[in-house]
Every structure is written in C-alpha cells, then in structure tokens.
C-alpha cells in the first residue's frame, strides 16, 4: 500500500501542474488574444454604426438635392429667357419709341418724358422715366392695359391721373415708366458671376 500512495503522491503534483499550464494558458488567450480581439471588433462596429448613419443621412438629402438642382435648371432657364428678352443700354430708345407708339394707337399724347439717373445694380440696371400724358380716360386706360402687357423688363408705377374741369373729359396722367437692362452687357466684371 505504500507504493500505491507513494504512486498516487507523485501523480497529484502532475495533474495539478497540467491543471495550472492549461489554466494559465486559457487566462493568456483571454487576455492577449480574445479581450483585444472583442475590444477591435466592437471599435469595428463603432466605425460600422457610424457610416450606416452617414449613409442613411446621405441618402435622406439625396430629395432635397434634387429638388433644388431642379430649381436652379428651372432659375438658369429664367433668367436666360430675360437676358433673350431684356434690352440692352443702347435699346431703351426702341424699348421708349414702342411706349409712344402704344401711347398714338390708343390715342393718348405724350407730354413730357423726363428720363431719370439709371440705377446700376450687379445684374441690371434700372432706367426710370417719368411719363408725361394727356388724353381721355377710355385711352389712358386702354393705354395702360397695353403698356403693362410688354415684356417683363418694363414696369409700370406711380400712376396718377388727374381730371380739370376746363379740360374735361380729358385727364392728365402722370407715370414712372422703369424698364430693366442686362447690366452684364454693359460690365464684364459684374455679370460674369451671374450668367
């Protein structure tokens, strides 16, 4: 019996030594591989949630995006069609000669045309004129009605019509007549950034 327990006292360090390399061995992978590996993925998840929610933010602009390069084509084609229809500073004569002819077909007479100083802005440039008329209310009416009919580039403001009982049933009226130019023509500084 005494070499049994001598045999089993020998074996007991043994597997308490294998018991102890296996443990240490299990506790080395934990904490030099297994922990860092967790810790690397999950900074990889991290990175992954992340551009998700770019993506995700991105793809919500994707509408507004298109909605505002559709406004701006739609703003472009605009103020080309402007630029095609406005006239240029050496035009405002033909653009004042049409104003008088409106002026004789609906029987109105012209007075006083007092130009203004023209107001140069980045784009345009805005020529007043004070208009000066005379004729019956039927055709200052009819004449207004056509004048405002020109192209977008001519306004119409400050009308006053005024009637005397010597002149009746003629009225004097009195208009400021605004018609806007491509300034860009004119400036090669200003307008590069707007066409």
């Given at each position: 019996?005494?070499?049994r327990?001598?045999?089993?006292?020998?074996?007991?360090?043994?597997?308490?030594?294998?018991?102890?390399?296996?443990?240490?061995?299990a506790?080395?992978?934990?904490a030099?591989v297994?922990?860092?590996?967790?810790?690397?993925?999950?900074?990889?998840?991290?990175?992954?949630?992340?551009?998700?929610?770019?993506?995700?933010?991105?793809h919500?602009?994707?509408i507004p995006?298109?909605?505002?390069?559709?406004?701006?084509?739609?703003?472009?084609a605009i103020?080309?069609?402007?630029?095609?229809?406005?006239?240029?500073s050496?035009?405002?004569s033909?653009?004042?000669?049409?104003i008088?002819?409106?002026?004789?077909?609906a029987?109105?007479?012209?007075e006083?045309?007092?130009?203004?100083?023209p107001?140069?802005l980045?784009?345009?440039a805005?020529?007043?004129?004070?208009?000066?008329?005379?004729?019956?209310?039927?055709?200052?009416?009819?004449?207004?009605?056509?004048?405002?009919?020109?192209?977008?580039?001519v306004?119409?403001?400050?009308?006053?019509?005024?009637s005397?009982?010597?002149?009746?049933?003629?009225?004097r009226?009195e208009?400021?007549?605004?018609?806007?130019?491509?300034?860009?023509?004119?400036?090669?500084s200003?307008?590069?950034?707007?066409r």
């Open positions: 019996m005494n070499a327990s001598n045999e089993h006292s020998r074996r007991a360090p043994r597997s308490w030594l294998i018991t102890a390399l296996l443990a240490s061995l506790i080395a992978y934990v030099f297994f922990v860092p590996e967790q810790q690397r993925i999950s900074a990889l998840q991290g990175e992954l949630h992340e551009r998700r929610q770019h993506i995700l933010q991105a919500s602009l994707t995006v298109e909605r505002a390069t559709e406004q701006l084509a739609k703003t472009h103020s080309e069609a402007w630029r095609g229809e406005s006239p240029d050496d035009e405002i033909h653009a004042l000669a049409k008088s002819s409106l002026a004789d077909a029987g109105v007479a012209i006083r045309l007092d130009p203004q100083k107001l140069e980045e784009a345009l805005q020529h007043e004129f004070v208009v000066h008329l005379r004729g019956r209310f039927p055709e200052m009416f009819e004449f207004v009605r056509h004048a405002e009919q020109l192209p977008g580039s306004w119409i403001s400050n009308l006053r019509l005024t005397e009982p010597q002149t009746a049933p003629a009225v009226g208009l400021t007549l605004t018609i806007f130019t491509d300034y860009a023509d004119s400036s090669d200003a307008g590069a950034a707007f």
